[in-house]
Each structure stands twice: as C-alpha cells, then as structure tokens.
C-alpha cells in the first residue's frame, strides 16, 4: 500500500544539492545511497526540490509488500524543438542499496553494483490539461520490483516484459515493456556502490513480438524514429493507437532483415516449463534430476543458476560467440567478473528445499524426454528454432519456480554437455537439448501450424532418441511433425 505526497517532512525531502552549501549535518542523518540517486535527481531538476512522491506506507524491510521505498515524480518540459513533448518522469528509490546497513540489500561494497545495480525509470506522455502526475506508473514500477526481488533475475537495456495488459488498465493497445538506459540520469557512484538508470516504455504486442524475434536494442532504436511512438527520449503515449509498424509499413522490412542476418538476442525466457525422463520409470532413485536429500524436492544448485543467469546475459551480447558457461567446479576468466555473486543459493530457495552440491551431480544422457511448457512459451519455439539455433546459439527456458531449466543448444555452441552422440543430456534438473540444423529446418516445416496458437490451443508432441516422433494435436488435429522431442504446450 502507498501514498501520494510532496518529498518533505514529514519522511525523507529531498536533500539539499551536494557541495559546499549542503549542511554537512543534514547529509550525515541522510541514508547516503538515498542522498547520492536525489543529488542526480537535483542536478536534472533543480527547479523542483521537493517533487510528488509515492512512498510505501509500511516499508519492505519492515514486512511491508512494496520493495521500493519511494517513487519521485517530476515534470519535465521536454524540447519542442527536438520533437521531446512535455511529459511526467518517474524515478524509484530502493532497486539500489540507500541505507548501507544490510536491512534491504547485502553490501558487496564501492566498486560493485549498489543493490541490484540500478533503479527504474518511466517517461509518461503529459496531456493537455493535466496538472499532476497519475499515479499508475508507480504501481507498475513496484510490480516489476516485486519480481526483481522475488527472483533475483535482474534486467538490462534491451530486455522485454510481457505484461499482456493495458499498462494503466485501460484499453490502451500499450501492454508491454521493453527497457533502456535513461536519455538523461547519469551513473551514480554511491558509498554502497554503482547505481544505473534503466527506464520504462511502453509498447504494443506486435513490437514486443518484433522485441522477441529479432531483438530489443533493435526495435528501442526504430521507436527513437517515430516521435509519436517514443522519439529520442522513448516517452511513453498510452492515448498511440498504431504500431510503428502501421505508422511507417517500411519499418517491418527493417525489422525482417534483421532477423534474417541476426537472428535474434533472446536468448531465454523465465517461464512455467518441466521436463520428464522418458528413459526409465520416473520411480527410479538414481535418476540424477531428482538427487536430493531425504523426500525434499529437487532444485537447481547455486552453481547452475549462476551458470544459466550467464547464459541468459550472454545472450543479449549480441556479437558474442556463443559459449554455455562450463559444467564443473572451475570457472573460465571472463565469464563472471562483471557478475556479483548471487545472495541464494538458488532462485526462490527456502530452507526445505535440499541444494546438492554441484560437483556431486553427475551428467546423465537421456534416451527420451517430454517437455511441458506453458502456451506464451510454447509460442516462442520457432523463435528458439529460427532465430536461435539456425544461428548457432543457444536458448533456455528457466522454471519461474526455480526447480528446473530447459536448455536448446546448437552444434556451434561450445560448452554444452549435450552432443551429437548423446543430444540429451540433464545435470541434475537442467536438461540439454542439442538439435542439428537439418533437425531444426524439419521442425520448422512441420510447426507452421503452431505459430499462431488460436484460444484453448493444446500442443503435443513426442521426442524419443532417434529415430523418433514428434506429433502435435491443434486445434483438434493431430500433426505428425518430425523426429525429435515430446512436448505439451497449452
């Protein structure tokens, strides 16, 4: 629960701008993390000290349910000249560490990220008339902190959110987000650490799909070149109702030929995925994706996770050789040290849940597998396909629940466990899939039908080790489609 008021007494006002005219006993009593992101705020608005502010009623390291202590909002007059109409800016207060004194987040101290490393951003479109700021941006901004924190999945320029609904809940055909670097808010170095700017903005459907199939620093810079559909600053219109698609028709061509050169960045999804062993009863105590202590259930270990956050991050690198972190107790320099350990042991860990350690679980090759997967995630399997593995990358499916992940992988990728001779693999709950082009071409043909899953749409199909069938019910059909792996999406 929040509330709506100006940054002023009673709760922390803003502070006076650092210098010499900031008394030094104001800024002592001041959280300095907190001090340091109103300082940037101060520099971009000095004419408004004390902006509206939401601010979380029962803080959340108090028990309260809102993350972010505060959201500032200010109004920012644009340039009329540049195309920037006026508009609403949203800062949050609490991504980042303000406090220092581990009540929120763990100091790793001055050289790493502050927290998770950065705070959120949001442009929203003024209109005519409005004298304050709506409030709804602040909510949406909490929601996506919630899964920030409950995940511990951080985001980056370039990254997309499915939302799947009106930003403000209106009818709005604004329903998804991609996120991008702040055209204004500089880094922040705190005592706690370095702070960033990632901010909001709103896109249709079909630019998310666009996001997904080709990738996301893409699409941010077709929108800079539409000024009612973001322009240079990416503010958001929720009254814009054409894509930049329909705007200018020719953006698609762009967008075409880039996933026809590039392929796509996406290199995996959080979704509600599982896979069984078809290869032995599922009773069997040796299979290595349920080792665990006792009857506690299965979960990635610490190691995996790390690993497979460094296979999603790599994955936005778009020029990056495409390398799966490797499987054993050493780590390759290069592939963590801009990657501050994870504070769990795994995602949405709890202290039922047994980790085992990762040298202990042995890699396993499977003769038959069946993968579950959810219908958004099922929708994207040609985009792994085409966009992915034709490519020679790599794409994983990561459980929301943490237990487990679902890793594609191509012949040109290097690290992986899975291979030609033995094209599943599992190490503990993390399954490899390794597909060859001419398997991925003849999924392809044979997945056309799925591409565009109408409502109630339920989809099969069946991967045994060769030989072996797919097949695939639609619509009430059944489609044959090719050797390879059973599925269920819906």
Partial sequence: MAELRPSVAPGPAAPPASGPSAPPAFASLFPPGLHA???ECRRLYPDQPNPLQVTAIVKYWLGGPDPLDYVSMYRN????????????????????????????????GTDGPSGFGFELTFRLKRETGESAPPTWPAELMQGLARYVFQSENTFCSGDHVSWHSPL??????????????????QPVRTPFGVVTFLQIVGVCTEELHSAQQWNGQGILELLRTVPIAGGPWLITDMRRGETIFEIDPHLQERVDKGIETDGSNLSGVSAKCAWDDLSRPPEDEEDSRSICLGTQPRRLSGKDTEQIRETLRRGLEINSKPVLPPINSQRQNGLTHDRAPSRKDSLGSDSSTAIIPHELIRTRQLESVHLKFNQESGALIPLCLRGRLLHGRHFTYK??????????????????????????????????????????????????DLTSPEEGLTSSWKVPSPPMTISAQAAGRRIFLAPGIHGVVG
């Fill in 37 to 39: 992101i109103y300082g």
């Fill in 77 to 108: 007059m644009g340039s009329p000249s540049a195309n920037i109409p006026e508009h609403w800016h949203y800062i949050s207060f609490g991504l980042s560490d303000l406090y220092g004194d581990n009540r929120v987040h763990e100091f790793t």
């Fill in 168 to 185: 403000d809940n209106s009818e709005s055909r604004i329903q998804h987000m991609l996120l991008t670097e702040d055209p204004q808010m």
């Fill in 399 to 448: 459980s929301i629940t943490g237990d487990m992940a679902i890793t594609f992988v191509s012949t040109g990728v290097e690290g992986a466990f899975a291979t030609e001779e033995h094209p599943y693999a599992a190490h503990g709950p993390w399954l490899q899939i390794l597909l060859t082009e001419e398997f991925v071409e003849k999924m392809l043909e044979d997945l056309e």
